[in-house]
């Protein structure tokens, strides 16, 4: 669910209707504002993104 006031949780990320493989990849591609600019290799990206859309609740 997230913190109050803080970013959600990869549990509230995976269930968001929007959330995609591909999202979350352009997500991890993405520059953003308040955020440090981590380096993710393709084969992190996939690991990471298929580890989030596993906590998907169905």
């Given at each position: 669910m997230?913190?109050?006031?803080?970013?959600?949780d990869?549990?509230a990320?995976?269930?968001?209707?929007?959330t995609?493989?591909?999202?979350l990849?352009v997500f991890?591609?993405?520059?953003?504002?308040?955020m440090?600019?981590?380096?993710?290799?393709?084969?992190?990206?996939?690991?990471?993104?298929?580890?989030?859309?596993?906590?998907?609740?169905?």
């Amino acid at each position: 669910m997230g913190t109050r006031g803080g970013p959600p949780d990869f549990v509230a990320i995976a269930n968001r209707p929007s959330t995609t493989e591909l999202s979350l990849k352009v997500f991890f591609r993405t520059s953003h504002h308040r955020m440090p600019n981590a380096i993710i290799e393709p084969a992190q990206a996939d690991d990471l993104a298929n580890y989030i859309l596993s906590l998907k609740r169905t």
